[in-house]
Each structure stands twice: as structure tokens, then as C-alpha cells.
């Protein structure tokens, strides 16, 4: 991005906007404005979300943002903004890629990593990539970025609506935060290494600056499940919740909402010591020793101290910026804030294109639109001067003709004529469409009844690529050895079942329907595929009773590697993804399949996996990991798991408070010279594994069977819109 000479960062969180505008004063950067907006109504709280739909957060969001524009000046000026929509944050990726040459080749197989990594089409995503430098590794690290395009272009339709503003470039969260903190403490010129630990309203960043490299997740945790712990045990309504966890140090009721906040530190500390053990793995020779907090929720008594003990980590709150002051009566307000800056600061950076990492995830047909809205000024002076230069040649007629008589009256009338019937025919068309939208929703409503044959027809689909001898009880029958001889019959286990509603500009109504399955089979897969779930699909396509048809049964897969736990992995060297039409012979192996929810390895071997931005599927999950404190004592009820990706060591063990003490008023001398006592969760409570239905070092088949279910009739669909819905 070219370097200007100021640039607003806006950070638009779920609690408050955050922003800060940055000029270049010398050879760094000065404070020139900021503002501070808190929303109305915490945009988590229950009293939003209630609202399925998303109205009553986006109202509230609408109110903020017309405030922030009301109180500052943001036209004509460079505005970076970071996407957090509704808590849908994006995606961050990392990976090693194999030496090469040259950049074209780089930006292959960086866009083959972002097809197996990111778990949309990239036709549905807006992404960018980054790659990292290293002297020292002829490898090339790469991170990818990206953001689900719907969602992101009604962000940007309300930014855009509300500021008065076309953003210049939109980027993500924890990558703003990197850029502001390495910038601000000289990372990568020191060679240094460091962690920084947002916790936000709805989510924990976990931002990994190692030297120039860098490596981020993302938890689905934050301030908002403190607030609810609190309401829940108390019975509060949720802003009073969020009153007394913010006042929890000199409350009467300190060591109750202590005790009730627990659950939810043993689980951030438990997603925060198993991603840093992941990165020390991934990175041979890394030693991790301290940690920097932002965000409010680190306000919270004790919670700083507490984070220090359990991951025997230094853990600083940041309390100022190296590099960026504010002199004045506004001080004080910038330095109380300053721990909710940094994203902000970053995103300000980028803007003045100060920023290691410069992604942008602005859609493309918006890039090219601020493109042309800039070259347009120059357009229209250059047509003036030329409309001012011919205009001289017939100046002389100008002046005869207007002595014979003004007709500017009857232009003026005839305008006004030919802009009400415009007027009229825009009223009669957008009337129609509003019956027509009404319409198409009564008719997404009486769809629903489908569903259940889709279910049937799934589950009998799959049913008929089994022998009946590995359906049911049946399977029970089999002897060791007739089970360990996968290659003696056939399988196929449905792992999940999607589908997604559109219709084209004609009203034609089709469910795509997507199916992942496991395949065990003497034949290959492609066969097994096309004369038992594909000729079944086939089979069945129209029939009575049955309120709709089959076409277009389409399938792919991927070659994987059962492991010795029962674990799959993709076996790179036989990796194959055809797609193959109904009835067509077997395809030829091509790549890799990556299975929608991201449950199995990239051949490549990325360094991130997981979901979300890193790694967490949202789902808390027990799990191994070790949590040790010294004394004795369990960290009573709190699950360590959070479906982090990376592995942990089995029997793994938690150690933590008794459950009876106060974890923040216990004195940490009295439990020198203790041994540490552990608990191992999987003899207390053993969490059962995956049945093992095929046996060790044995390859299956995982595919994905698409079809389209047609719905009989047509959907109304508006005027303006039609255009708009083809292949939506």
C-alpha cells in the first residue's frame, strides 16, 4: 500500500469502537486524533443475540458508527478497518512450502494450500497471503487470510453507509495486532520473541511474534463468557453481570464471583498453554518465557497473576506504548485506553503503509471501483477543458441563436416530464418486487417438509455401497480376522450431510446437496462410488410420493492412511480428487481432497490446521494436556480441551486449585518446597475413542457425493435482484 501522510485504524469490536488516527512525524508516528464509542448494548448480550437474524446487534452497531461519524471527520480520508461481524472473524493459515524458484510458482502452490486449508471454495472467500523471510531456512513460510464474502460485503455495506466512507482495506484482528506490537517494540529488528494475548469480548487472539515470523490463533472465548458465568450463578440480568465482574476486587461478593469465573480460567488457560506447547513443538529450538495482555477483560482482579502461575510464564499488562504518546488534557483518556488500542494502532499502520504484513481483504470489484472513482476526477478536468476549447468555435452561433429566443424554459419542462415518468416506472417496479421477495419467503417456509426424504434418501444411498454383513449387528458376527480383511468387503460410513438452498434469475428452485463419507473398498473408489451411492442417486431420481428430483450426482476423493490410535491422515503419495459425473468412468488421480469440516491433514503439511483463525472448532472438549500447581490441589470442574487441533501427550494431566481456596488470596510461599500433585482425567473420567473399524496402516477412501435436488415450481424472485441470483 502506498505511504500517506495520515491514516484512520477502526477497530469495530462487539463492546466498543475502538479508533485512532496516525500522522508520519519524522521518522515515526504521532497521535493526531481517537475516539472511544461503547455501544449501547454489549453486542453478545443475550438481549442481541436473541435476535437470530442479527437486527438488534446491527441496529445497535448503526448507532455507534453514526456517532463516530458524527464526531469526526472521516471523508476523503485513508480509513483501514478490521472485520468482526457478528463474531464471524475469518480465517488465518500457516504453512511451509518446498524451496522455489521463482514468485509465479509461490503463488501456485499457495493458492493449492488455500484450497486444502480454508474450509470454503475460494470462489465464496475473499483471501490474501503473506510470506515470511528467513535467512536461515530455504523453506518458505506463508500465511493465509481470508474471510467468507457474504458476510463481509454486508459489513462493508453498513461501515460504508454509516461513515460516509469506502475503507481503503479490510484486515483481520490478530494480524493488526502483530503489525502494531512489532512495530511499537522493534521485534523483528531485535530479533526477539514475544506473545501477545488479547482477550476480547467474544474471542481470544493468540499472536505468536517469533524474529520476522509470526504465528496466530484465535479461541472462542472471552470477557462475554466471564459475564455469563457470573449471571448464572447469581441469576442476574447480563449488564449487571458485566457491572460486577468489572468491580469483582472490591465487591462484597468478590470470592462468589471468583469461584463462579473459574471454570471459565481453566478453560482459557487450558486453550492458551496448549497452543504455546504446540508452537514450541512446530518450532525446534523456541522457548517461550513471557507473555503481553491487552484487552479489558485482563482488567478483571487477580487474572494477570493468576495467568503467570498456571503457565509459569511473566505475564505484562500493556499499560502504554513505546513509540506513541498523547500530551494534553486528553492524556489521561488515551493512557485509560491504551490497553484497547493496539488492533487499532496496527490497522492506523497499515494505512500509512508502516505494516510487516499488508494484507487486504477488500473484494476486488471494490478495489477497482476506488481505482476508477479516483481517476474520474481527472476524467471529468479534462473533459472540461476540452468542452471549454470547442465551445469557443461556436460561441458565435451561441450568441445569434439566443438573440432569436430563450428555449430554456422549454428544456427545463421537458426534463421534468421525462424524470417523473423515470420516477413512476421505478415506483411500479420496486412495488412488484416487494410482493415477489414476500413471496420467495413464504416459499423457503413451505420447503422445509423436503427435508426429511433428503435425510432418507442420504442414509439409503449409503446403505447401499455396504455388504449387509457390516451394517448393524451384523458386523458383530465377523471373527478378528474377518474384520482386520477390509479388502474382502465393502463400506461406506456417511460422516455428514449439508445442503444449500438457491435459485436463478427464473425462479428455479435446487438444493445442492453434499455428502461426506468414508469409503472401504476391494474396488476402487471411483466404482465403488458409481455403482452404489451414484446408481442409487441415479435410480431413484423421480419417483411418486417424493417431492422433488435428482440431477447432477457428482463425486471426489482422497486416498487417507489409517494410523495406529485410529487416526487418519491424507497419504501423500497416492492422494486422488476426481470429480466424476453420473455413470462416467473412473477419473484420473489429480490432488487432494480436504473433507468440509478440516478433520483430516493437508498432504502439504500446513503449520496452523484447525478451525476458525487457528485452530478451535468453538466446541469445548476434555482433553489431555497438563496444568501443574505447586501444593497440591485440583483445578475443581474446569475442562482443559477446547478442540485445539495440535496434539497433546497421552495421559495427559491437570493440576490446578482445590476447589475450596481462593486462587487469587492464596499465598504462593506456602506452597514452596511441595511436591505437585496431578490427576489423570482419562483414569477419572475416560473419554471413549472412535470405534477402530478399520485396522492400522490400512488406506481408505473419504469423498464428498454432491447432487441437486430440483423443487418443483418456480420461486418469485424481485426485478432488481434476479440479475444478482444466478449461481447464488
Known sequence: MASKNSAWGIEIGQYAIK???????????????????????????????????????????????????????????????????????????????????????????????????????????????????????????VGIFAIQRDPLEEYLALVSDKLGI??????????????????????????????????????????????????????????????????????????????????????????????????????LIGDVQKSLQ?????????????????????K?????????????????????????????????????????????????????????????????????????????????????????????????????????????????????????????????SKAANIGSRAKNMFALVEDREVWPFIVGDAVSAVAAGNDQISIGDAFEKLSAKERANDESRRQTLLRDLAGAYKFDGKGA????????????????????????????????????????TIENVKWTHSKMKVGADGSMSADAASSAGATAPAGAPPATEQGAFAPADGSFSAPSGGGGGGNAVGGVTGKRKQGGGTINRPGGGRLGGAGMGSGFSGSVPEGGEVGGNDGASNPFNRDPNQDSGKETEKVDLDKIAPIPARPALFPPDSFIYVGKITFDVRLPGTAPVAADAAAGMEGQ
Not at 504446540?278 to 485482563?298: A, C, Q
Open 509 to 548: 428452485r435446487v438444493i445442492e446437496v453434499t455428502m461426506n463419507v468414508e469409503i472401504n473398498a476391494a474396488a476402487g473408489p471411483d466404482e465403488h462410488l458409481n455403482a452404489t451411492v451414484g446408481q442409487w442417486l441415479r435410480d431413484h431420481a423421480k419417483r411418486d410420493g417424493i417431492p422433488y
Open 300 to 428: 478483571i482482579p487477580g487474572l494477570r497473576k493468576f495467568l503467570g502461575m498456571q503457565l509459569n510464564l511473566d505475564v505484562e499488562r500493556l499499560d502504554k506504548f513505546n513509540k506513541l504518546s498523547v500530551e494534553g488534557p486528553e492524556s489521561a483518556d488515551f493512557a485509560q485506553h491504551t490497553v484497547n488500542f493496539a488492533i487499532a494502532y496496527g490497522l492506523a499502520l497499515q494505512g500509512l503503509g508502516l505494516a510487516t504484513i499488508e494484507v487486504n481483504l477488500l473484494p476486488v470489484a471494490k478495489m477497482r471501483q476506488q481505482v476508477w472513482n479516483r481517476k474520474t476526477r481527472w476524467f471529468a478536468g479534462a473533459a472540461a477543458v476540452a468542452c471549454a476549447a470547442g465551445g469557443l468555435m461556436f460561441l458565435r452561433g451561441i450568441l445569434d441563436n439566443s438573440a432569436v429566443g430563450d428555449v430554456s424554459a422549454v428544456t427545463a419542462a421537458e426534463r421534468a416530464v421525462n424524470n417523473a415518468r423515470g420516477y413512476q416506472s421505478e415506483l411500479s
Open 278 to 298: 504446540h508452537y514450541e513443538r512446530e518450532s525446534k529450538g523456541t522457548k517461550l518465557r513471557n507473555i503481553v495482555g491487552l484487552g479489558s477483560t485482563l
Open 19 to 141: 479508533a485512532i488516527q496516525l500522522e508520519v512525524d519524522g521518522s515515526g508516528v504521532r497521535v493526531r486524533d481517537f475516539a472511544v464509542i461503547q455501544h449501547e448494548m454489549v453486542l453478545t448480550s443475550p438481549e442481541c443475540t436473541a435476535d437470530s437474524s442479527g437486527q438488534q446487534a446491527a441496529s445497535i452497531l448503526e448507532m455507534s458508527l453514526s456517532q463516530l461519524a458524527t464526531q469526526k471527520k472521516l471523508e476523503g480520508k485513508t480509513v483501514i478497518v478490521s472485520f468482526n461481524w457478528l463474531q464471524n472473524r475469518g480465517f488465518a493459515r500457516f504453512c511451509k512450502l518446498p524451496p522455489v524458484d521463482n514468485a509465479k510458482q509461490i503463488e501456485n502452490l499457495v493458492r493449492y494450500e488455500a484450497e486444502q486449508q480454508i474450509p470454503y471454495p475460494l470462489e465464496e472467500v475473499e483471501w490474501d497471503f503473506h510470506r515470511f523471510s528467513s535467512d536461515d531456512s530455504p523453506e518458505v513460510d
Open 166 to 267: 469506502a475503507p481503503a482495506a479490510v484486515s483481520l484482528a490478530p494480524v493488526a495486532l502483530y503489525n502494531a506490537l512489532t512495530y511499537d517494540r522493534d521485534i523483528i529488528e531485535r530479533g526477539e520473541t514475544a506473545v501477545f494475548l488479547d482477550i476480547g469480548t467474544s474471542a481470544t487472539d493468540l499472536v505468536v511474534a517469533d524474529g520476522s515470523r509470526c504465528w496466530m490463533r484465535t479461541f472462542p472465548l472471552g470477557g462475554h463468557d466471564f459475564t455469563e458465568a457470573i449471571a448464572a450463578e447469581f441469576k442476574f440480568p447480563y449488564r449487571k453481570s458485566d457491572d460486577l465482574k468489572k468491580t469483582s476486587a472490591t465487591s462484597d461478593y468478590a470470592k462468589q464471583v471468583m469461584t463462579a469465573m473459574r471454570p471459565v480460567f481453566g478453560d
